[in-house]
């Protein structure tokens, strides 16, 4: 009998995080970028390859919000407006997260992953704060999730 693996609706998936909660987003931010603070509040982290704390924007989950006059719970795809009160999981050696992949990766399982400069993330090793946990081919697709463990 096969087991059938469903995206979770969560970001952090398991281990020991420090949960932010103090600082506004400056960017429309979606839940599971890799961001970074900065001066004024966190933005996606910008610089590709560049060296990053394993720091990913959480899903706004206890936030209920009017869309269109009707109640509308906030999900994982729900992004962050500017000047919104973010939630961001900073991860220990061990935690997992349900993180964005750059369009035109093809993630093997057990790649290290850089920051793509954008919030996303790419295959590279020159300063990889996570690595794959699963095997994930987005290589004709938009910015994909895909399951990360913090080195």
Do not use: C, W
């Not at 987003?25 to 509040?41: K, R």
């Amino acid at each position: 009998m096969a087991v059938t693996v469903r995206d979770p609706n969560t970001i952090h998936l398991g281990g020991e995080i420090v949960l932010v909660g103090d600082e506004a987003a400056v960017e429309a931010i979606t839940p599971g970028a890799l961001v970074d603070l900065a001066a004024t509040g966190y933005e996606n982290h910008g610089t590709a390859g560049g060296l990053a704390q394993p720091a990913f924007a959480l899903e706004q989950a206890e936030m209920n919000a009017g869309q269109n006059q009707t109640p509308h719970v906030l999900t994982i795809d729900d992004p962050y407006a500017i000047g919104d009160l973010m939630k961001v999981g900073v991860g220990s050696p061990g935690s997992t997260f349900y993180a964005l992949l750059a369009s035109g990766q093809n993630v093997a399982k057990g790649a290290e992953l850089d920051s793509a400069g954008d919030g996303t993330l790419t295959a590279g090793t020159t300063a990889p704060p996570v690595r794959a946990i699963e095997a994930v081919d987005n290589s004709a697709g938009d910015a994909n999730r895909i399951r990360v463990e913090v080195i």
